[in-house]
């Protein structure tokens, strides 16, 4: 198999708390919606990076206007 590799972003870290579960989730939904490896391996370092930088194990949700 191919190795594919994909730099951390550069962030401050708060709080290690869900980054492997953010990473998860956001390599397996770019994976599993039949994009590459080099996409998914992205979007799960862009998505754990997020997470560090919050306290605790779910970051807020960004709201979009009308959901209410």
């Known amino acids: 198999g191919a ?18 579960d953010a990473f998860a989730a956001g390599f397996l939904s770019v994976w599993l919606g039949g994009d590459g490896l080099d996409e998914a391996l ?19 949700v960004a709201r979009s206007h009308g959901s209410d």
């Open 42 to 60: 992205a979007t799960g370092a862009e998505f754990g990076a997020r997470a560090v930088t919050t306290i605790g194990a779910r970051p807020p």
């Open 3 to 20: 190795v594919v590799e994909a730099p951390a972003l550069p962030v401050e870290a708060v709080d290690a708390t869900g980054a492997g």
